[in-house]
């Protein structure tokens, strides 16, 4: 997903990064990304197909920020719901004078589109218009309000018939190429050389989304047009080159050697075919839905995408990316004149198809018997295999779609049952001890009929009935006996703040609505009802009141769940050696393909190979560039966003207040510094912030405290910090306790943070073992699917202390730390207990402390007595002397070794120890190398989902990272050619305008009010003033050539100096040894 996320951490702000991790769509972020809960996201998550994720340098912060939106978190009415509202618009459109609205249907009858409803949300204070355009039956919904960050999308119905992945590879391919912009990829010029605040494009199981967002109105609309001829005249449905490089192609690079598979789409498949929770989810969709389009994977069977052929690609482009069958979202303060004119440019071009009809869903018709499924998920030969069975309930709960009440309803049903680690059904599954952490992901009601999913994985054979029958009985009692009044009320208050806050991190608002009025436009229903959530949530809390919860959710449990005989029962087996036998099995089918072929068809292929690598390393021609549309540098403000900031003491603890708009909500950070702490106690911190939140206190049982901070707050959360900082050796290290809250609740927000922190025990023992299965479970599957985060963060720690630190709570060493503190917890739990107490009192004193608030100048000046009352009840122990943990990592190449057809392939060094100091053109420049050399060699010739590289301006490490890759020493090679291509580069004005233009779309990123106030308190702790972050933006303004050329030298000591790390499978390791011995240190890890 978002590789814009990665550029951006390269800007002084270490927060600017996107609160939206990697396949994660507006409508389930709050389960995948916002919620520090692992509760495995199913197959049917749309796949974020051009970008990547994150890599770890920044994703423990960034996790740990998501995690802190949401502790409480309301995992699913949250994700319902929360995208429902936009709170950053405050006054309605200005535009609703009969007169003007008059003005408007003329212009838009004749512009050739027909008005087939408007409303005013009140939701989301918007005025929203339906039209049809008339000559193709185009569906428009313009939404008009005040919000500055505009919103375009249009999404098509693509239901597949089989597992070829041609939605996705279709995805991938209409932004490689258009009629009016003939280039090889104009998304990536866009990526480059714009203010986007939102770029990038999802395949579902039944439709294709391709959302664009920006505050600047120009760059709006240059955006819009981009897209709009791409999906409607793509170059790729003439290009079999496009087909072959995004979908697959064999490839053969000599007559004599063997013949393999390449393809971004294939690779990326591959690496969501390893990871057993997307095998899962999968299997449990399509066992679901054996009769509709449900049944297959729109991303593509890697085992399937070969039997693909061009023609179906064409066909399918043909029939489903047609207006008739599209539907169009335009959101924000621009003019809606404006949009109708740009699209009736497009639309006016096609008459009206047969697409609606040939692309309805048709629903799946219920069982009259459960069916049991059981797969087998390649697994490493580490660990107890007997302990790492999966098993999984799943109900498709209607055969028809809900009403939007009903639906509301089971969402709450769900936060009730799963939302917190308080609740019912989570915490009596993972207090069995049966199994490691929950999979299966609740309530799911993104497509056309509901599903209801739960099970645990890290089980035992003997174990598995158990599951079941514990999952049924617990159903079945609270069926039976209802839910706590004191739960009920915590999720109705978590719902209700989400709604409130409406706080969609750095995801755009109008996008979130977007994806949310399109679940159910898309199944031609009603696209304002899924806005409107007012009236349905105040008739159910009434509903609540006059009926008693009991009488609400019983009767849905029954009758969706107990009594509904569609049911399938996953169970998922370990197999050793199922990775090699995968393997094995592509290697003959392939050596079947060569073995069919003559010579000549062998050197043609080899031809061919050539051919299409040559193409692909072809710059585009500059006017092609050119007619890509972007702003001049007079466009760009001159001047970085300012965060009012205002610094001062309380009680003698430095207080930093933010006064923004808020709409009511105040949110505060309390952090404290950990540079006292010991090292070796640092690989438990992770576990003591848990312990904070859920482990309980004298008075309150961990459930009772979890409840309160649900109905008294909008969530607290607690988690580690660390960062380098510039040209000091001892790192900034401090543990975040982050909470939010109603103005009016300022006070409990403030004494249930200090209750958090000074009163909750460690005394737990079965809980805690709980925390440690479940981290144990999340490193793996992190291990698996962000490979790429685990190399950056083991080359960190061979590379600087905090990088260490860093990895000692988030990488290999604190796997290896966990695994071997599984059977410590039995042994020695005194001992952990008392370290975890330690590490209380050497972190909470007032003297390494600092308070920030953000909120609107009076919530603040109110609050100053709560925070002064907080303050005052910390313990002011003499600050005892800073620990130096002079620690690193020995400096030797490493290669983890996991059972996984894709590699994740890194190499990092400082480039300050070779004297490079930093100017802001580093950042345009490793923009660059990302969006070029590397996109170029190791994404479309190398074959992998992505390459990038990353600048630590902190620390001065510069990072080169693969995904999802194919090669490992080839992709080293590229990373070791950046500083040739950089001093062999020739680039006109245009290009670097674009290029500068880009980054600082990337410093600017947009921000809602929480994140602001969080951004500029790291750079207070981190040093980074006012005068250097205008310093940097003009330094980035005027970058020039000759700052390519010389960047270049500084770089090379990445290749002469640099430390390698992998992620990567046996065969792929041993492959490379052989070619380059001892070149690794090899450890395995699974
Ligand atoms: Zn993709």
Redesign the pocket.
């Known amino acids: 997903m978002e590789r814009a996320a990665l550029l951006r951490s390269l800007t002084c702000s270490p927060l600017a990064c996107n609160a939206f991790l990697f396949r994660s769509s507006a409508l389930r972020f709050s389960r995948t990304s916002l919620s520090p809960l692992s509760r495995s996201s199913s197959s049917f998550a749309p ?1 974020c ?2 970008l990547i994720p994150h890599p770890t340098g920044r994703t423990l912060l960034r996790r740990s920020l998501l995690a802190a939106t949401s502790s409480a978190s309301c995992l699913n009415l949250r994700k319902r719901l929360s995208s429902l509202s936009t709170r950053a618009v405050a006054t309605p459109p200005t535009h609703t004078s009969q007169e003007f609205v008059g003005a408007r249907d003329e212009v838009a009858e004749k512009l050739g589109f027909e008005k087939v409803s408007e409303e005013f949300v009140g939701e989301c204070k918007s005025r929203a218009v339906l039209y049809k355009h008339e000559k193709t039956g185009a569906e428009v919904m313009s939404v008009s309000n005040s919000d500055e960050n505009k919103v375009f999308g249009v999404v098509f119905r693509t239901p597949p018939k089989d597992s070829t992945g041609i939605p ?1 590879i279709l ?2 391919s209409v932004l490689c190429g258009s009629r009016k912009y003939p280039l090889k990829e104009p998304f990536v010029e866009l990526l480059k050389g714009s203010l986007h605040t939102f770029l990038n494009a999802f ?1 579902y199981p039944d439709r294709t989304c391709y959302p664009v967002a920006s505050t600047n109105t120009k760059d709006f609309y240059n955006l819009v047009d981009v897209y709009l001829d791409a999906v409607f005249f793509p170059k790729c449905v003439e290009d079999f080159h496009t087909f072959q490089q995004e979908g697959w192609h064999y490839e053969l690079n000599n007559p004599s050697e063997d013949i393999s598979y390449k393809g ?2 294939f690779n ?1 498949m591959k690496g969501v075919y390893s990871q057993p929770d997307n095998i899962l989810g999968r299997t449990a969709q399509q066992a679901l839905f054996p009769d509709n389009t449900y049944g297959v994977d729109s991303g593509g069977d890697p085992q399937v995408i070969p039997k693909l052929t061009f023609e179906q690609f064409k066909e399918f482009h043909r029939k489903y990316y047609h207006p008739s069958n599209a539907r169009i979202w335009f959101y924000g303060d621009d003019d809606p004149n404006e949009r109708l004119r740009i699209l009736s440019e497009y639309l006016d071009m096609f008459d009206a198809s047969s697409a609606p009809n040939e692309s309805k869903i048709e629903p799946q018709k219920l069982f009259s018997d459960p069916v049991r499924i059981v797969e087998k998920y390649p697994a490493g030969e580490g660990g107890d295999l007997k302990k790492k069975n999966m098993v999984c309930l799943n109900w498709l709960l209607s055969d028809k779609p809900l009403d939007l009440e009903t639906e509301l309803t089971l969402g709450f049903l769900d936060h009730l049952m799963l939302g917190t680690p308080a609740s019912p059904l989570r915490k009596i599954l993972l207090e069995s001890g049966l199994g490691e952490a929950i999979v299966g992901g609740g309530v799911e009601d993104e497509l056309l009929q509901p599903q209801f999913s739960i099970g645990l994985k890290g089980v035992s054979e003997p174990d598995i009935e158990k599951v079941e029958e514990l999952i049924m009985s617990t159903l079945a009692k609270l069926a039976e006996e209802g839910f706590d009044a004191d739960a009920v009320e915590a999720s109705m208050n978590t719902i209700e703040f989400s709604l409130r806050e409406n706080n969609t991190g750095s995801f755009p608002r109008g996008l979130s609505l977007m994806l949310r009025s399109i679940g159910k436009w898309i199944y031609d229903m009603d696209p304002f009802a899924p806005l409107k959530y007012e009236k349905p949530l105040m008739a159910l809390k009434a509903r609540i009141a006059e009926e008693g919860s009991k009488a609400v959710f019983s009767p849905l449990l029954e009758k969706f769940i107990l009594k509904n005989p569609h049911r399938v029962t996953i169970e998922m087996q370990p197999d050793p050696d199922k990775a090699s036998r995968d393997e094995e099995a592509e290697k003959e089918i392939l050596e079947n393909v060569k073995a069919s072929m003559t010579e000549e068809d062998l050197a043609e292929l080899a031809r061919a190979t050539q051919e299409l690598r040559l193409k692909q390393e072809t710059p585009d021609p500059p006017e092609a560039l050119r007619s890509v549309p972007s702003l001049s540098l007079q466009d760009i403000p001159k001047e970085p966003i300012r965060i009012p900031t205002e610094v001062g003491d309380i009680n003698g603890v430095k207080v930093l207040q933010h006064d923004l708009f808020t709409n009511d909500v105040l949110y505060t950070e309390v952090v404290f510094n950990m540079g006292t702490l010991k090292q070796e106690l640092l690989p438990l911190v992770p576990l003591f912030c848990q312990s904070l939140l859920e482990m309980g206190t004298e008075d309150l049982t961990f459930v009772q405290l979890n409840q309160l901070i649900g109905r008294k707050t909008g969530g607290i959360s607690v988690y580690p910090f660390t960062s380098s900082v510039r040209g000091r050796e001892d790192p900034c290290s401090y543990m975040v306790v982050r909470g939010k809250a109603m103005a009016e609740r300022a006070e409990d927000l403030f004494s249930l943070v200090n209750r958090v922190l000074q009163e909750v025990q460690f005394t737990d023992r079965q809980r805690f073992k709980q925390f440690v299965s479940q981290s144990k479970a999340r490193m793996e599957n992190r291990l698996r699917g962000s490979g790429h985060g685990i190399v950056a963060a083991r080359m960190g720690a061979k590379l600087n202390v905090a990088g260490w630190i860093s990895e000692q709570m988030g990488g290999i060493s604190y796997l290896e730390f966990l695994q071997s503190l599984e059977e410590k917890v039995d042994q020695d739990w005194a001992g952990i207990s008392s370290s975890l107490e330690e590490i209380r009192k050497s972190l909470l004193s007032r003297n390494g402390c600092l308070v920030n608030l953000t909120a609107d100048g009076k919530i603040l000046t109110n609050s100053e007595k709560f925070v002064s009352r907080f303050i005052d009840s910390l313990p002011s122990s003499s600050l005892v002397e800073t620990t130096n943990w002079n620690a690193r990592l020995h400096s030797s190449n490493e290669a983890i070794v996991i059972p996984t057809q894709v590699n994740y392939v890194g190499k990092a060094a400082n480039i300050y120890e070779t004297g490079y100091q930093l100017d802001g053109s580093a950042h345009v420049i490793s923009n660059y190398i990302s969006n070029t050399w590397l996109w170029d060699r190791v994404r479309v010739s190398g074959g992998a ?1 992505g390459g990038f590289c990353n600048f630590d301006t902190h620390s001065g490490v510069f990072s080169f990272l693969s995904y999802r890759d194919p090669n490992l020493l080839k992709t080293l090679d590229v990373y070791d050619g950046t500083g040739d291509f950089l001093r062999g580069l020739e680039m006109d004005d245009d290009t670097l305008t674009k290029a500068i233009i880009g980054t600082i779309g990337d410093v600017d990123s947009y921000q809602l009010p929480d994140a602001k106030g969080y951004s500029s308190m790291l750079r207070y702790l981190l040093g980074i003033t006012e005068e250097e972050r205008q310093r940097r933006r003009e330094e980035i303004l005027s970058t020039r050539m000759q700052d390519f050329r010389e960047f270049a030298d500084a770089i090379e000591s990445v290749k002469n100096k640099g430390v390698v790390a992998a992620v990567a499978s046996l065969d792929d390791v041993e492959a490379a040894l052989k070619e380059c011995s001892n070149f690794f240190q090899i450890k395995k890890a699974l």
């Open positions: 796949k197909h051009r996705h995805e991938h395949t971004v789409v990326e989902y």
